[in-house]
């Protein structure tokens, strides 16, 4: 098993990271306090490993709250189901919340975690490749509002991560793709080697091989919890993680949620961002070819909605979190392995890519 720390002072936590932890008895327990213990999960994932989770419980009084599955349930509806579910019966600031599903469980338990009673503990067990490598590590909890996405949240740590790689067996190849987007995210924003090393493990990867599995995932959760020790709120290098997001959350609004995958999204996303870069003349040609072949050899979406252009991305990325002074931020690539925070992309520039 491979443990890594995010180190955030009195709110560090451990990311566990193996094969068959869901199995294994009593690792979950041991880093749980209080004797009350609530599960947040949904109907797809419930049948797949909610009883394995219970078995591994067996010293702790646990219920356990099932949203129906998909994006669209990451709502503030869902928000009161899981408060009401909490109050009713009368658990208290002692209760340990664990998400156990995709990134849509993971932020949804996570806000009601923030809330309940000003805060209670919360363990995230990601079920789905995304989940594993990027929204289970780093705090961001939210649900959607209808006029956009994880606009109501907080940054809210859990106590502890466990991913079993085992888990992804399951998932559908077209979310496990999905998760691979964010995976090579990480390597066009901040490491070439790791960029490499999947560009030669293309085959393994799709393979399902456990051990390059495990790897793939150690690494960027490394390069999360480095970025979220150094920057926890997104004051400044935090917003790197958001490569390719800017477009892709506004595809994913165009589209309506759920229609793209938030990971299909955002490789579209980064190929625009790229692109951006290669009209600004800060990056070679031969690394946005690189960066659509990786993306393109997960069969994941290289271009654009055919119903998107400049109008419909403008609308929508106006809305942007990472906005500031109504100036439009984007993080563009300088090379595989770097990027940066460019507040001085002109409307020109954005049409002649769009
Ligand atoms: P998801 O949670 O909807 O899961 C995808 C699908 O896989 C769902 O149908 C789910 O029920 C199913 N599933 C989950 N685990 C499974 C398994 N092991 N086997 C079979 N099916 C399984 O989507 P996601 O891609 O995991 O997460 C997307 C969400 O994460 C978005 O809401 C996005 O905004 C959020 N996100 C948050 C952060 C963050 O930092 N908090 C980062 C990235 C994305
Ligand atoms: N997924 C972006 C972040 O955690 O900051």
């Known amino acids: 098993m491979s443990i890594l720390n995010v180190e955030l002072d009195t709110r560090s936590y451990p990311i566990h990271i193996d094969q068959g932890l869901l199995t294994s008895s009593s690792l979950i327990s041991q880093h749980i306090r209080g004797k009350r213990v609530c599960i947040v999960s949904n109907t797809v994932v419930q049948p797949l490993y909610l009883e394995q989770l219970k078995a591994s419980l067996s010293d702790f009084d646990v219920d356990q709250v099932i949203l129906p599955d998909g994006?669209?349930?990451?709502?503030?509806?869902?928000?009161?189901?899981?408060?009401?579910?909490?109050?009713?019966?009368?658990?208290?600031?002692?209760?340990?919340?664990?998400?156990?599903?995709?990134?849509?469980?993971?932020?949804?338990?996570?806000?009601?975690?923030?809330?309940?009673q000003r805060g209670i503990d919360f363990v995230q067990v990601p079920t789905t490749l995304l989940s594993q490598v990027?929204?289970?590590?780093?705090?961001?909890?939210?649900?959607?509002?209808?006029?956009?996405?994880?606009?109501?949240?907080?940054?809210?740590?859990?106590?502890?991560v466990f991913i079993d790689i085992d888990t992804l067996k399951t998932l559908p190849i077209r979310e496990f793709n999905a998760g691979i987007a964010e995976v090579i995210k990480y390597g066009i924003l901040g490491d070439y080697d790791f960029f490499v090393w999947l560009e030669e493990n293309i085959d393994a990867i799709k393979a399902n091989d456990p051990q390059v599995l495990s790897r793939m995932i150690e690494r960027c959760c490394e390069l999360k919890a480095q970025i979220v020790s150094e920057d926890e709120k997104e004051g400044g290098v935090r917003a790197l993680l958001n490569l390719g997001h800017t477009f892709g959350h506004a595809i994913e609004a165009e589209q309506g949620y759920g229609k793209w995958l938030h990971g299909e999204a955002v490789a579209t996303g980064m190929v625009l961002a790229a692109k951006l870069a290669v009209e600004l003349n800060i990056i070679q040609t031969s690394d946005l070819r690189r960066i659509e072949a990786l993306i393109g050899a997960f069969d994941l979406p290289l271009v654009a909605p055919a119903d998107m252009g400049f109008e419909e991305f403008m609308r929508h990325m106006k809305r942007d979190k990472k906005n500031l002074a109504g100036k439009l931020r984007f993080i563009v690539p300088t090379k595989i392995g770097h990027s940066e925070i460019r507040d001085d992309i002109t409307e020109e520039q954005l049409k002649n890519i769009l």
């Open 71 to 116: 994006e669209s349930e990451k709502s503030l509806s869902n928000f009161d189901t899981i408060m009401s579910h909490l109050l009713s019966g009368a658990h208290g600031r002692d209760t340990t919340l664990i998400a156990l599903g995709g990134g849509v469980i993971g932020d949804i338990t996570g806000f009601a975690a923030a809330c309940y």
């Open 134 to 160: 990027d929204s289970s590590v780093g705090g961001k909890t939210a649900v959607n509002h209808p006029l956009g996405k994880n606009m109501i949240g907080a940054f809210y740590q859990p106590t502890s």
